[in-house]
Nanobody, 124 residues
Framework: QVQLVESGGGLVQSGGSLRLSCAAS????????MGWFRQVPGNEREFVSG????????DYADSVKGRFTISRDNYNDTVLLQMNNLKPEDTGLYYC?????????????????WGPGTQVTVSS
């Protein structure tokens, strides 16, 4: 059974940093692409960042490029999202997701499994 569990969210002031972690289990983690998405109540879920199976292909939403860094550890079945210089507009529920294939994409429907999410709140 696929399980994804996010951690590391919290309340931080504008300009601060957080590191999100996603612990994966129940599948061969090293062979799947992974992604991070976020959602604010009333808005659609939006792509934040994605990484393919061997970390050679990485993608970021324009709104986070240069501030967020995604990485993965295929030995410990973990994907990380380092978030620096956080802004109030980064506030939301952050989800870790497992892609259907070994690569990554910005389309949520291409991801088959999702974690429960971790809340990130950035105060101004």
């Amino acid at each position: 059974q696929v399980q994804l569990v996010e951690s590391g969210g919290g309340l931080v002031q504008s300009g601060g940093s957080l590191r999100l972690s996603c612990a994966a289990s129940g599948f061969t983690f090293a062979t799947y692409g992974m992604g991070w998405f976020r959602q604010v109540p009333g808005n659609e879920r939006e792509f934040v960042s994605g990484i393919n199976w061997d970390s050679r292909l990485i993608d970021y939403a324009d709104s986070v490029k240069g501030r967020f860094t995604i990485s993965r550890d295929n030995y410990n079945d973990t994907v990380l999202l380092q978030m620096n210089n956080l802004k109030p507009e980064d506030t939301g529920l952050y989800y870790c997701a497992k892609h259907n294939r070994h690569f990554t994409s910005r389309v949520g429907d291409h991801y088959s499994n999702w974690g429960p999410g971790t809340q990130v709140t950035v105060s101004s």
